[in-house]
């Protein structure tokens, strides 16, 4: 979408994005990772930009993409540098776009040296779940911390024998307790990498719309339009 073509409708709106995945060190030269690769919270926050909103945008690793204009960066790279970014940033914003994949585990112990093979080599890893920084922000609002910020969550989910993506992610709203959550269908190539995206976004008011396939840009222009009526 050309940028003239866009509503100015986030005039004078703070709008906080984060973007990519986060990495987990294990040692000076190893992390666990994901496959995010930053496209969609990148689009978020240049159209967010180009509809007049001032954005800062948390980015973790992405595929090195290029800043977006007209938005401050900040980059980080474990969950809990997300986490502390995330929330310092929150303070008087009017909504926060949680487009990045944040592990859900990191390494207990991080070694301060490379870990070699040889006598003392590892056989496992031991995991410890970071903190979930949306639904900590749902908290923080819930708390009356955070006035009538607006919170979007994103989610990328297979079907498996417990149900279908959408059941999935119909749970994980309701679990999440955010205003938006912006769902894709993944595997089969589909939303990891690539620059088209398409799923769902269900409303906390139950509303759920599909969003057709397109690219990222657009994808973010639906999302922002949805959150408009949803701002203070
Ligand atoms: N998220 C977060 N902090 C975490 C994990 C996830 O803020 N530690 C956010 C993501 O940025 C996303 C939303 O929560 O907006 C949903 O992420 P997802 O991984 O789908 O949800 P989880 O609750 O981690 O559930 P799952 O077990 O399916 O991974
Ligand atoms: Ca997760």
């Not at 990772?33 to 978020?44: D, E, F, L, T, V």
């Not at 007209?70 to 997300?82: C, D, I, K, L, Y």
């Not at 923080?140 to 993506?165: K, S």
């Not at 993944?186 to 769902?200: I, L």
């Amino acid at each position: 979408e050309r940028s003239d073509a866009l509503p100015r409708d986030l005039e004078g709106r703070r709008v906080v994005v984060s973007a990519g995945g986060t990495r987990e060190p294990l040692d000076p030269v190893r992390f666990l990772g994901n496959r995010s690769s930053g496209k969609q919270g990148y689009a978020m926050a240049r159209v967010a930009a180009q509809r007049g909103a001032q954005v800062t945008l948390i980015a973790g690793n992405t595929i090195g993409l290029e800043p977006p204009a007209a938005v401050e960066v900040v980059h980080v790279t474990t969950a809990e540098q997300m986490g502390t970014a995330v929330d310092k940033h929150s303070a008087g914003a009017d909504a926060v776009i949680m487009a990045a994949a944040v592990a859900d585990f990191r390494p207990v112990n991080v070694a301060a040296a490379k870990i070699k093979k040889g006598a003392h080599e590892p056989n496992s890893i031991e995991l410890t779940k970071n903190r979930d920084i949306l639904a900590g922000l749902v908290q923080a609002r819930r708390d009356g911390q955070l006035g009538g910020l607006a919170i979007v969550g994103f989610a990328a989910e297979t079907g498996d024998e417990h149900g279908d993506v959408l059941t999935h992610a119909r749970a994980k709203l309701a679990r999440k307790g955010c205003d938006l959550l912006v769902v894709n269908a993944v595997g089969d190539g589909k939303a990891f990498e690539v620059d088209n995206n398409d799923g769902w976004l269900l409303g906390a008011d139950g509303t759920e719309q599909s969003l057709d396939h397109g690219s990222k840009a657009l994808l973010a222009s639906r999302v922002l339009d949805a959150l408009g009526p949803l701002l203070r």
